[in-house]
């Protein structure tokens, strides 16, 4: 098994342009979640999905949007980059929620300049 | 809102014992997790108390008091590759979202 996977790796943007940060997994689990984390602070949730179809906001949702049409993949979208939103972004997906061991992706690191 | 709060460096000789609390506040409350995350790497999953008392995977124990909003993680017997940032996080709401804190740098000296 894969686990969780992220791509791209890097990523450098100028203000103002958007793109698709991707994430997978291949363990069938239902619950999925977006999280940034800024220098020397945890983690904050951005989005996160029950399952294919369903998607919720987090703490820190605006400018970011999500879809779900596959238990395995979950899209996150910035709308417009704003250098706010230089982060590392990680993926995560566990069984049922928070509430169990979540598995995070390597991370996407995010520059906008 | 939720709040936590855990210290934001402790430092330990190896061989050592350390305990990094946590005290939380927040509605919804469901349990209390823990995560280790290395210098750009990602978090990974320690434990998670859902009801009072001491849990004990290894080296590593949790514990938690619900009517005191407060747990800690404990290490035990510390060795340098346990140099790394450990956040604690509640879970809560519906979908037992993860809010996590801050962090704590933990520093293992030989």
């Known amino acids: 098994n894969a686990g969780v996977t992220q791509t791209p790796k890097f990523q450098v943007l100028k203000t103002g342009q958007s793109m698709t940060l991707q994430c997978a997994q291949d363990m069938n689990h239902e619950y999925m979640s977006w999280y940034r984390q800024d220098p020397g602070m945890g983690l904050r949730l951005i989005h996160y999905?029950?399952?294919?179809?369903?998607?919720d906001q987090g703490e820190v949702p605006n400018g970011y949007n999500v879809s779900r049409s596959t238990t395995e993949d979950f899209p996150l979208r910035l709308l417009s980059a704003a250098p706010s939103q230089t982060s590392v972004y990680f993926c995560a997906s566990s069984y049922s929620g928070g509430a169990v061991e979540q598995y995070f992706g390597p991370g996407t690191r995010l520059t906008v300049t | 809102g939720q709040s936590l709060e855990q210290p934001s460096e402790v430092t330990a000789v190896e061989g050592a014992i350390v305990q990094i609390n946590c005290t939380y506040q927040?509605?919804?409350?469901?349990?209390l997790s823990w995560y280790q995350q290395h210098d750009g790497g990602a978090p990974t999953f320690l434990s998670y108390n859902a009801l009072d008392g001491l849990e004990e995977t290894g080296r590593f124990s949790s514990f938690l008091s619900r009517s005191d909003s407060y747990g800690y993680l404990l290490l035990q017997e510390l060795q340098m590759k346990d140099s790394a940032s450990y956040f604690c996080a509640v879970s809560r709401g519906s979908a037992r979202q993860l809010t996590f804190g801050s962090g704590t740098q933990l520093t293992v000296l030989p």
């Open positions: 927040t509605s919804g409350f469901y349990g």
């Open positions: 999905s029950v399952g294919a179809g369903i998607t």
